[in-house]
């Protein structure tokens, strides 16, 4: 039970690779960013790939990665905000990890993508309105995933210290993070 994958999911904003990155550290754990593997492997952001190849593609490619994750032990995962849309993602992630949703307000969220340019989701239109619209369309689907953390006016260790309490106490890990 130890050696499951902790994937971190949620909106983009929700402190996802900063929360994964610090909690890798402490449990001596792989740490890998889902967004930051997918432009490694198609050699450009994710805003190219989605301005030449379609949402459509890098969402295959997004469900590949998702299939090789849930091959491999002891990672820690910062998922695409969006991998919560193809419902075998989370089936997959959820066989072999834990799914912990980080959530935040649309105002904290908004403040912590603001001067971002590698959002294509938000290059339409007033940002604000975006991220409540985006939100409110993937509400459920967040909803649905079985561990919530709430970011919103916290600090990474807050949230690191919040996650490992929630998955200290159902055995994922123990408290020394070994």
Do not use: W
């Amino acid at each position: 039970m130890h050696n499951r994958n902790i994937v971190l999911a949620g909106f983009m904003g929700a402190g996802k690779t900063a929360v994964g990155r610090a909690l890798a550290q402490r449990l001596s754990r792989t740490f890998l960013d889902m967004d930051a593997e997918l432009e490694a492997r198609a050699g450009k952001p994710i805003s190219l790939i989605f301005a030449e190849d379609g949402e459509a593609a890098f969402r295959r490619m997004e469900r590949e990665l998702v299939v090789e994750c849930s091959c491999r032990a002891n990672l820690v995962i910062a998922a695409g905000g969006g991998v919560v849309l193809n419902p075998d993602n989370v089936r997959d992630f959820s066989a072999t990890g834990y799914v912990i949703c980080l959530k935040a307000a649309p105002e904290e969220i908004l403040r912590r993508v603001a001067g971002s340019k590698e959002r294509p989701l938000l290059e339409q239109g007033d940002k604000a309105e975006r991220i409540r619209a985006l939100l409110k369309s993937r509400q459920k689907l967040y909803d649905a995933l079985p561990y919530q953390v709430d970011t919103t006016g916290k600090s990474v260790a807050q949230v690191v210290a919040e996650v490992l309490t929630r998955i200290c106490c159902r055995g994922v890990v123990n408290p020394t993070g070994s």
